[in-house]
């Protein structure tokens, strides 16, 4: 079972980045799935989670509104659009899978058998 994350980077205040993460080794199309983050000293925090059948959604209030996470269960692929980027986003992201979860918002609070991608930076710059 492995997470593969892409597509961090460096950008300005203001910018987007789209990050992506495949799920290989087995089928996640019935696993809820999610983007966490963690800035340098502090700890790992929740972003985005979205349930098996990408029919249900749940975000943190720090993000609310500027990122959107969506899926293709025929890719096993999650995304996480992230726009209107703050210097605040900085941090490593981290996409995540777990198998006895479905529930996007049941995902931000339980950890059941929670698998991790390695994880992409994100630098934003004011």
């Known amino acids: 079972v492995q997470l593969q994350a892409s597509g961090g980077g460096l950008v300005q205040a203001g910018g987007s980045l789209r990050l992506s993460c495949a799920a290989s080794?087995?089928?996640?199309?019935?696993?809820?799935m999610g983007w966490f983050r963690q800035a340098p000293g502090k700890e790992r925090e929740f972003v985005a989670a979205?349930?098996?059948?990408?029919?249900?959604?749940y975000y943190a209030d720090s993000v609310k509104g500027r990122f959107t996470i969506s899926r293709d269960n025929a890719e096993n692929t999650v995304y996480l659009q992230m726009n209107s980027l703050k210097p605040e986003d900085t941090a490593v992201y981290y996409c995540?899978?777990?198998?006895?979860?479905?529930?996007?918002?049941?995902?931000?609070?339980?950890?059941?058998?929670?698998?991790w991608g390695q994880g992409t930076q994100v630098t934003v710059s004011s």
């Open positions: 995540a899978a777990d198998p006895l979860i479905t529930d996007a918002q049941a995902f931000s609070i339980k950890n059941g058998r929670r698998y």
């Open positions: 979205i349930s098996w059948s990408g029919g249900s959604t």
């Open positions: 080794g087995r089928t996640f199309s019935n696993y809820a």
